[in-house]
């Protein structure tokens, strides 16, 4: 595991052990966080497949720890700790970005907003402690220029990333903590 300059932010990598037959990774093991176990329960896993070029984010959950492993190709990850704005609106939030690749993992914890860009076709798994249910989530813009996320250029006609209409339509973080 690797330091963090946001609190509770975990980086790992996971020992592929591999023959002629295939491989095995494990995830997931309790007993490695012993300060988040027993608290901690996953209830839910996904995988999202991204497209070279894909963005998704940013988006933060109040009630929500997400653990992510990246199972094949390379993210640009980017963390954005908003726990200090929401104490003090006039303090700015910790940035933290890192890419990420096959076999490496990321604890997100709750207050921390994440997203990640494609850098090449991928696939993340993630386990999070809570189902979707849509009410815990908020987003805000991927390219506020008050938050400075330095995500790195994508090649494509006009040199901006592949959104989700809802991540298109993200407000900046100012007006999303406004809404809260």
Do not use: C, K
């Not at 929401?86 to 990321?106: C, G, K, M, Y």
């Amino acid at each position: 595991m690797s330091d963090s300059p946001i609190p509770g932010v975990r980086y790992l990598r996971h020992t592929r052990h591999a023959d002629s037959r295939g491989a095995f990774r494990e995830i997931w093991r309790a007993s490695a966080f012993p300060d988040l176990a027993p608290d901690v329960r996953f209830v839910q896993a996904n995988l999202s497949s991204s497209a070279r070029g894909v963005l998704r984010g940013l988006h933060v959950h109040r009630r929500q720890l997400d653990f992510w492993t990246v199972q094949s190709g390379v993210a640009f990850v980017a963390l954005v700790d908003i726990r200090p704005v929401l104490a003090d609106p006039s303090s700015r939030p910790i940035v933290e970005t890192r890419t990420l690749a096959a076999d490496e993992a990321v604890v997100i914890p709750i207050g921390v907003a994440h997203g990640f860009l494609a850098l090449e076709p991928m696939e993340l798994l993630y386990l999070v402690t809570n189902e979707y249910d849509g009410t815990d989530e908020l987003g805000f813009a991927w390219d506020d220029p008050a938050v400075g996320v330095p995500w790195p250029a994508v090649d494509s006609a006009d040199g901006r990333p592949i959104l989700s209409d809802r991540d298109m339509a993200n407000p900046s973080l100012a007006e999303a903590i406004a809404g809260l």
